[in-house]
């Protein structure tokens, strides 16, 4: 009897927290924030989409361009390229990438290799944004020009990482705000694994649209 009590207690205490949380993310706006992020997702996919093949319909075909705008560069530059633009400001949409990785003889594993240099690269943005405690006028700085992706991830912490590494919200500035507002270590290694799958699910989506 003792113990169908206690089961009976953690089960409520359980649906509490759960109610206790949905009304927070309720009251806080996160529902909408998702539903926006996901709107802005699908329209990204949409949108690249239409690229695509208007490219290969009117233009030429992405072997070509690629060929064209990379001269030739060695694949070790490419992704050197791609590298640093993830550990800093993901100044050039990863996507593009993506589509490059169609043109070369392995494409998913040259995606897979995408996927963790920007993982890395998240890492290394994170740690960033540790240093970056230690130079107070950097801090003020970052925090006035970001102030509301900061606001987000001291609200909903984890959601907006993992957020940010499925969605179009910038990855690389919410792993160097996440390191500023000191968020744990650990588990920010763990959820941002997800920006791996991200790699992989729009590699999908994409490459059945691309003509070689």
């Not at 539903?35 to 949108?47: R, V």
């Not at 900061?150 to 792993?175: H, N, T």
Request: charged share 15%; hydrophobic share 50%; aromatic share 16%.
């Amino acid at each position: 009897m003792e113990t169908q009590t206690t089961s009976t207690q953690k089960h409520t205490h359980k649906n509490r927290t759960a109610d206790q949380y949905h009304n927070y993310y309720k009251r806080t706006g996160f529902y909408k924030f998702a539903l926006k992020n996901l709107f802005w997702l699908l329209l990204s996919i949409g949108i690249l989409i239409a690229i695509i093949v208007f490219v290969q319909s009117y233009l030429t075909d992405f072997d070509t361009l690629f060929k064209s705008i990379l001269k030739d560069m060695d694949l070790v530059y490419v992704f050197l390229l791609f590298f640093i633009s993830e550990s800093v400001l993901g100044l050039i949409p990863p996507d593009i990438f993506i589509l490059w990785t169609k043109t070369l003889a392995h494409p998913y594993l040259n995606v897979a290799l995408l996927a963790g240099l920007s993982y890395i690269g998240g890492i290394n943005s994170y740690f960033l944004g540790k240093l970056t405690q230690k130079i107070p006028r950097v801090k003020t700085y970052i925090i006035k020009k970001e102030e509301k992706h900061y606001r987000q991830i001291k609200k909903w912490g984890s959601w907006v990482i993992i957020i940010a590494a499925l969605f179009p919200l910038p990855f690389a500035i919410v792993c160097i705000l996440s390191g500023m507002v000191d968020f744990p270590v650990k588990r920010f290694l763990l959820i941002t694994l997800t920006r791996i799958i991200r790699f992989f699910i729009f590699a999908f989506l994409l490459y059945g649209f691309i003509h070689l």
